[in-house]
């Protein structure tokens, strides 16, 4: 009986020291969670506090990356807009350019066939100033007349008016004592022109003034102011 009570009393001991180590599983497992849940508070604050110091970083490349395409956007779109620019001012010069060929084509085109037609308006002005422009022939000139001035043909050329040799022919030259310059006296062949064009110049008889009329005039002029010519 002594004996086995010291045994009890170890054996007694060893469950109490048994009780005390084994715990509650419940109590465990919420130990184990709120270690592992302070485990990854720490585990996810690093990262976020890592990624917080880098996505300044980060977000200052991605702006130079923009910046640096916005840059080439620009440059680029300065680039196709003198492009279109020069494009269009070579159109604007093709356009004028072909349109002042156009009109030249015609105007010769036009001058051409007109020329042809001098003549037989030389007849119409013949006829008229001889009186044989009656009746039918009298209506077929002046169709033909009014049909050629709305073509543009002009005619020009009149007596008295001065001599200008670069819309005049002279045919015939004289000297006339009631002129003070090269003027013209007849008109042989009518001018004619298509707006500032001379087709056909007007061909006429000039008269120019008498050789020495102005410097007998001023002989008698000085004669005058020293008081007659010298006697004896």
């Known amino acids: 009986m002594t004996e086995e009570t010291p045994g009890f009393d170890k054996h007694g ?3 109490a020291h048994d009780e005390h180590e084994v715990k509650d599983p419940s109590e465990a497992n919420s130990a184990g969670t709120e270690a592992d849940g302070a485990a990854s508070d720490d585990t996810t604050d690093a990262p976020a506090e890592k990624a917080g110091a880098s996505a300044p970083t980060g977000d200052a490349a991605k702006v130079t990356a923009l910046t640096a395409q916005l840059d080439q956007a620009r440059t680029a779109l300065t680039e196709r807009t003198g492009d279109l620019q020069r494009v269009q001012a070579e159109y604007q010069n093709y ?5 002042r060929d156009r009109i030249t084509v015609k105007e010769i085109a036009t001058a051409s066939l007109l020329t042809e037609l001098l003549p037989v308006l030389d007849d119409i002005g013949r006829a008229r100033e001889h009186g044989e422009l009656v009746g039918g022939f009298k209506s077929v000139a002046e169709s033909l007349e009014t049909a050629v001035a709305k073509m543009g043909l002009q005619q020009f050329g009149k007596e008295g008016e001065p001599f200008d040799p670069t819309i005049h022919e002279a045919l015939m030259h004289s000297y006339a004592p009631d002129v003070t310059e ?6 042989l062949q009518p001018g004619y022109r298509i707006g500032e064009r001379t087709i056909r110049p007007a061909r006429v008889a000039v008269a120019e003034p008498q050789p020495g009329a102005a410097g007998g005039k001023d002989e008698a002029a000085n004669d005058e102011e020293s008081g007659g010519p010298d006697e004896g």
């Not at 090269?182 to 008109?187: G, K, L, R, S, W």
Request: charged share 45%; glycine share 0%; proline share 0%.
């Open 95 to 99: 356009r004028r350019r072909v349109d």
């Open 182 to 187: 090269t003027t013209c006296v007849a008109v």
């Open 13 to 15: 001991e060893h469950d």
